[in-house]
């Protein structure tokens, strides 16, 4: 698979005894696990395309159905896998808005200029947003005045 792949969700439990997996989205107000799709789940250095049946909110989570995955025993073997897309399928965002992929690399500095770190990989990146987030209340910003 040769197309970018853009880490959407994390698969952590599943939901109910027909197939239902619970996601935890990487943006709360994606479009991206929805609608009549191919994802791609990464699991264990693999991926494997599945096709997404249904899906549906649930409070802060969204709950998939791969087609094909059809009782609580299919579904547990995705729990822990990354549901990632081509970045090609993501939704357009306003000026000054990026995606999580999109800011691997950049560093976070203090505003007294003390480097706090950066952001290495897409997996890593999501617990330091949020420790940084709640240390600072504006994680990112293209200027501080």
Known sequence: MT???VPVGEIVA???LVGWLKV???NPETTAIAGDRQ???EKDGRQTAQQLES???NKRQILIKLLGVDGIDDARKWIGAIICINADALEPLKPGQYYHYQVVGLEV???SGERIGAFNDET???SFWRQWQAMLAVPAAKAVS
Do not use: M, V
């Open 24 to 26: 935890n989205p990487f």
């Open 109 to 111: 500095y203090a505003l």
């Open 124 to 126: 890593s990146q999501r």
């Open 3 to 5: 197309e970018q792949l």
């Open 39 to 41: 994802l791609i789940i």
């Open 55 to 57: 899906s549906k909110r």
């Open 14 to 16: 599943t939901h109910g």
